[in-house]
């Protein structure tokens, strides 16, 4: 604030994801609680893709970085089904959600993509995981093939319930300020017993200091090469046991996330961002403080978008978090990462050809970058899947709302007024039970 004054700041424009907007709301209402004229409004800027809501179909940097990795992913597809004897283990940048991992398997048509959210779904622990992955090796095995590509977002190992409870607990160690060296003997006799079982590596990126947001540092956490280890634990096992009579499982690992994040922007972010540019100066001179800069219809020619500020209190709710045993449940107004959508079209496309990638190596080769000729207008394929207009669909409801007001009004026939309140009580029950579901995420308006 006192930056903002010295420099006698109009606006403040904070370029960023989930956690950056989140900071902009807080911002924007410190500089009116201490009338300081500087608005302060958010661009949802995110190689992450997971600041995704009903204003926000996408972020700035997403689509780049997932061609970028697309054609790694390929390259090693294509290295993989020549050599023919190596399972690639590919771990790829995205926080905790796996929208990165989603959008470059549906690009490049890995063997096998592991998803943090079906994982957390169906609460699969760690070895559940390996199993599954060693029943794919020998599925291919049977069809003389001893090689294949896996993908992994980087926030798997927080969605594997006996991980994430082991990271908690060391969460709770650093907040408490005790010496890593002391940490494992700190530890509750299960998750030391599960801390013990891991590799020496890591448990040593398990014990590294926290993110500035007490989350773990999950970008130097080998995750890739943990699911390689205990998978070639249990194929071995497996031989032994005579259940597999392949040949010898060997692994090699890749991390994908600096090289990406680094590339020149594709046309695509390029419009985007141009157009989120001039939407925050037009918030600015309008005067409007604690909103994000929107984009509608991105799908669509980019004339066909639709311009728009939505308040990022909006975006916001409070989640509901236990830290250690008996703490009391606290919560912050934030704007949280929304995670792949399971029930969604993109999804669901994706599991129709689950079969097909897993057996029939249906590799897919996007190659680079295009910004000119076939391919430059390229968009990500979630994006233009999804139907996701948002507004769109408001003002499609307030029609029809006009519509029944033009039908009932005074004048009307009683039959024509009891099938209105009739199907007005249905539709406002309906409403009122989805509005209020029962999970520890809570709406920011149910709170003073």
């Known amino acids: 604030m006192a930056t903002c004054r010295s420099l006698n700041l109009d606006g403040l424009v904070i370029v960023g994801g989930v956690t950056s907007n989140s900071d902009a709301a807080q911002l924007a209402e410190t500089l009116v609680q201490n009338n300081c004229k500087t608005k302060v409004v958010g ?18 940097g997403f689509d780049t970085v997932c061609k970028v990795n697309s054609q790694l992913i390929s390259n090693v597809c294509l290295d993989a089904i020549s050599a023919g004897k190596y399972y690639y283990f590919v771990r790829l940048m995205g926080r905790k959600a796996s929208h990165v991992a989603f959008e ?22 760690l070895m559940e995981c390996i199993n599954k992955i060693c029943d794919g090796v020998q ?10 590509v896996l993908l992994i977002p980087e926030g798997l190992i927080e969605s594997i319930p006996e991980m994430y409870a082991l990271i908690q607990e060391i969460s709770i160690l650093h907040n408490s300020n005790i010496p890593v060296a002391e940490m494992p003997s700190k ?10 079982f891991l590799p020496p590596f890591i448990r040593r990126e398990l014990l590294l200091h926290q993110e500035s947001d007490n989350s773990a540092q999950l970008s130097q956490i080998d995750t890739e090469q943990l699911l390689a280890h205990l998978v070639e634990a249990e194929m071995i096992k497996r031989t032994k046991e005579g259940r597999y009579k392949g040949k010898k499982f060997s692994s090699v690992c890749h991390f994908f996330g600096y090289q990406a994040r680094g590339s020149l922007p594709s046309n695509f972010d390029c419009d985007y961002a ?33 311009c728009a500020a939505a308040p990022l209190t909006a975006m916001m709710s409070v989640k509901r978090q236990l830290r250690g045993p008996g703490a009391i449940p606290t919560g912050k107004p934030a704007i949280h990462p929304s995670p792949i959508d399971l029930k969604g079209k993109a999804y669901e496309l994706l599991r129709g050809k689950a079969s097909s990638f897993l057996l029939d190596d249906f590799y897919r080769t996007p190659g680079g970058i295009q910004y000119e000729g076939p391919g430059s207008d390229a968009k990500p394929i979630t994006l233009t899947i999804e139907d996701q207009d948002y507004m769109g669909d408001i003002e499609m409801l307030k029609l029809y709302l006009d519509k ?17 309140i009739s199907s007005m009580i249905s539709v406002t029950d309906v409403l009122t039970v989805m509005s209020h579901p029962l999970n520890a995420e809570l709406p920011l308006y149910h709170f003073n």
């Open 139 to 148: 599925a291919r095995a049977e069809l003389e093939k001893y090689h294949g």
């Open 43 to 60: 661009v949802p800027v995110s190689l992450n893709g997971d600041l995704k809501n009903q204003f926000v179909e996408t972020t700035v």
């Open 187 to 196: 530890l509750s006799p299960w998750a030391a017993a599960l801390f013990h």
């Open 274 to 306: 141009y157009a989120l540019g001039h939407i925050s100066l037009h918030m600015i001179a309008a005067g409007l403080t604690g909103y994000m800069a929107t984009v509608a219809n991105l799908k669509d020619p980019v004339h066909k978008w639709r």
């Open 404 to 420: 029944v007001r033009t039908i009932v009004k005074p004048g009307c026939s009683r039959d024509t007024l009891k099938a209105a």
């Open 104 to 125: 470059c398997a549906l690009q490049s048509h890995p063997n096998m993509l592991i998803m943090g959210e079906e994982v957390a779904l169906s609460k699969l622990t």
